[in-house]
């Protein structure tokens, strides 16, 4: 019955989202910023046409772009673009001297959009770059500007899931042990991705939504059904009858799967505090992913146990090996690091200081098509503009004005223009272009740095600051700095003020949390300064490779430039989830041994013998998913996926094998001491398993107590 309701859930829900599935559209745009003021002029005042995106057609020839068959060719493809793909405006260089290089080899057609969402402007993309393929003139350069032309792909989930599937596979040594998680998790992503585009009917979500949502889905999915099936294998190993197995699996591992998975959700929803539609709709989308793969491992996979029974070690591998060498080596660890606790505490901090030393470094901003590999259109006609007008082209300026004093307001822009022209750093500006009511007009300021250059933003603090206060007066209101590079400097400034408040938010959470699970106060205490570390090592690799270049060629990533505004705040939430996920399954099972002996020092090295494997298992096949998004085009998904596997693998190696065996024997028993009075007030919360299993169970099956052979 649970696994028809599941079939007929991911059938009926996929069949709706095919159907009346909501439109991803990217909306950077920040209520109340000065780029939002500007974009908001462009879409009310009789600009729509400019209100979406604004692409370029760049094209060189080496005889010169007035050449009699160049200029048949280009006009003719600039009339089909126009009467073909519905909602565009071309504005060609032959009307316009300005858009031709002064060596008159280079010239571009500017290629407005109106505003649709990212299906639409996808469509629109593919016709275009339809009718450029079909220009064939000798010795003509047709390239496409703009992110929407991006014809890439590469199936980044697909490599996750092979690379997780050997993991299980080497880790269990069974196919039909290797399978179950697989496919637990494969319906739970299906499901949540059909719900998020459901959803997405509701709330604005950007483009990236459903690979975020598949990123982590994978990995969590994965991970928890991996948990589960092997308590369940311990159970039957400890000569339990399946269906007291599967019981005894969800009672503990399931226990600390719905806890985990919880904190997950709590994290991802602190996101919605941010004032952007692109936060909300990530943290909306990726928790309904997580919350029915959590779903899925707590009630489909335990039907698939039902069909499986004691099979589940059927079609082994033939070197599979059930013996008790793994545990055995972890109890050793834990005792070598035991035994030097100092050294150990003192150089693992070292090397995660110095993997986030670049961290401090970091510079927000946005990627654009400079970033993208030199092999792609994109990125040829942002090097052809930089060559043929200069890098400022590539980010022009975007001046947006409301004239309500009609020819008084029009001198005071035209004013304007003349002062900012004159400005260091400034390449040319355009003169006002009033719309037919003359009641707004827009101006482009072309700087002379490219859009990700600190330079190009300090020019945006100085005409919103300095320049157009001075020159307008009272009317200085009337008038917003936004384009892309304004929008940038808007949401960077954004998220680096609410970045401390996000993660002290996070953390604040993740003390109270693991204070409430484990009665402790330096249990939770380590947890916070140990995820503090392991993320600034993420963001340092990130700053290193993204920023800094250092091994950038090796991932396909075309130029350095500035971390995304976005990704920090994302990935502080999803390792935090991720990073309590580890400390629950170690520290319940180490807490679990504690109250059983009494003896600190031995409940840290059972607890790690017991967890390591599955932990270390479980880390793995996180981080093959997460690198794999490395392999794909999109820059932003290499950055978030490297850091999601940077954090979660230095989160269970340094932290869970060397920092936390460490710092738990240092400490001993004062691990676990807690206040009397807080004690008593905290509501009480177990995720250790039922201590009277058998004697309910045999309550609720009419059988007799099966006795634990511990």
């Not at 930089?386 to 004239?403: M, S």
């Not at 967890?611 to 932003?636: Q, S």
């Amino acid at each position: 019955s649970v696994l028809a309701i599941w079939l007929i859930l991911l059938v009926g829900l996929s069949f709706l989202a095919s159907t009346a599935g909501g439109v991803f559209k990217v909306q950077f745009g920040l209520p109340g910023s000065e780029s939002e003021r500007a974009f908001e002029i462009l879409k009310e005042d009789g600009f729509q046409q400019r209100a979406g995106v604004q692409a370029k057609i760049v094209f060189q020839d080496a005889r010169g772009v007035r050449d009699p068959a160049v200029r048949e060719a280009m006009e003719g493809l600039f009339q089909r673009v126009e009467s073909q793909v519905r909602g565009t405006e071309i504005v060609s260089p032959y009307d316009n001297e300005q858009q031709i290089s002064r060596t008159g080899t280079i010239a571009y057609a500017e290629l407005n959009f109106r505003d649709r969402n990212t299906a639409s402007y996808q469509s629109a993309a593919d016709e275009i770059r339809a009718l450029r393929d079909d220009v064939q003139v000798p010795g003509l350069t047709v390239e496409l500007g703009n992110s929407i032309f991006k014809q890439e792909a590469f199936g980044s989930e697909a490599v996750g899931l092979i690379l997780a599937m050997i993991i299980l596979l080497l880790a269990f040594g069974s196919l039909l042990a290797m399978g179950l998680p697989i496919a637990t998790a494969l319906v739970g992503i299906g499901t949540g991705i059909a719900l998020v585009k459901l959803v997405a009917n509701v709330f604005n979500m950007p483009d990236f939504t459903t690979q975020a949502v598949l990123m982590i889905s994978i990995g969590v999915g994965i991970d928890y059904a991996l948990f589960i099936v092997t308590r369940y294998r311990e159970a039957l190993d400890q000569g339990r009858d399946p269906e007291t197995a599967v019981v005894i699996a969800l009672d503990t591992a399931g226990r600390a799967v719905l806890f985990a998975g919880s904190t997950v959700v709590i994290a991802l929803l602190g996101l919605l505090i941010l004032n952007t539609e692109t936060f909300r709709g990530v943290a909306i989308g990726t928790t309904i992913g997580v919350l029915v793969t959590m779903l899925a491992s707590v009630t489909l996979l335990p039907a698939l146990l039902g069909f499986v029974g004691r099979n589940i070690d059927r079609f082994g591998l033939p070197h599979r090996s059930r013996a008790a060498d793994g545990p055995t080596f972890w109890h050793r660890w834990s005792r070598v690091i035991q035994r030097r606790p100092w050294p150990a505490v003192v150089a693992a901090s070292l090397i995660l200081v110095v993997i986030a030393a670049p961290v401090f470094s970091m510079r927000l901003g946005f990627g654009d098509d400079g970033n993208a590999p030199d092999t792609s259109t994109t990125r040829r006609a942002y090097d052809l503009l930089a060559e043929g007008f200069g890098p400022g082209f590539n980010g022009p300026l975007l001046i947006a004005a409301t004239t309500p004093n009609g020819a008084a307001d029009a001198a005071k822009l035209q004013k304007l223009g003349d002062t900012i022209r004159d400005l260091p750093g400034v390449t040319f500006v355009t003169p006002p272009l009033p719309n037919e009511a003359g009641t707004a007009a827009i101006m482009q300021v072309v700087p002379t740095t490219a859009p990700q250059d600190v330079a190009t933003d300090e020019l945006v603090t100085t005409l919103r600051d300095d320049v157009i206060p001075r020159v307008m007066g009272p009317q200085a209101a009337n008038v917003a700095v936004g384009g892309f590079s304004g929008a940038v400097a808007d949401f960077a400034a954004y998220t680096t003020r609410m970045l401390p408040v996000v993660i002290g938010l996070v953390l604040i959470m993740s003390f109270v949390l693991l204070m409430i699970v484990f009665r402790s106060l330096l249990v939770p205490l380590k947890a916070v300064i140990m995820n503090l570390l392991s993320v600034g090592a993420a963001y340092g690799v990130m700053v290193a490779i993204f920023q800094w270049g250092w091994g950038a060629d090796l991932i396909g990533v075309g130029r350095a430039g500035p971390i995304e505004s976005w990704a920090p705040l994302m990935l502080f939430a999803v390792v935090f989830g991720l990073s309590m996920d580890y400390e629950v399954f170690l520290l319940s099972r180490i807490k679990e041994e504690y109250d059983r002996t009494g003896n600190n020092a031995t409940a840290v090295a059972d607890g790690l013998a017991a967890t390591a494997r599955v932990i270390t298992a479980a880390a793995a096949i996180m981080v093959c998913v997460f690198g794999a998004f490395a392999l794909g085009p999109d820059r932003a998904l290499k950055m978030f996926g490297i850091g999601m596997a940077t954090a979660v693998f230095i989160d269970a190696t340094i932290v869970r094998l060397i920092l936390v065996p460490a710092t738990m024997e240092l400490l001993g028993d004062r691990n676990w001491w807690i206040p009397a009075w807080l004690d008593r007030i905290l509501p009480r919360v177990h995720i250790e398993g039922h201590p009277d299993l058998d004697a309910e169970l045999a309550a609720l099956t009419e059988l007799p107590a099966t006795v634990s052979p511990d």
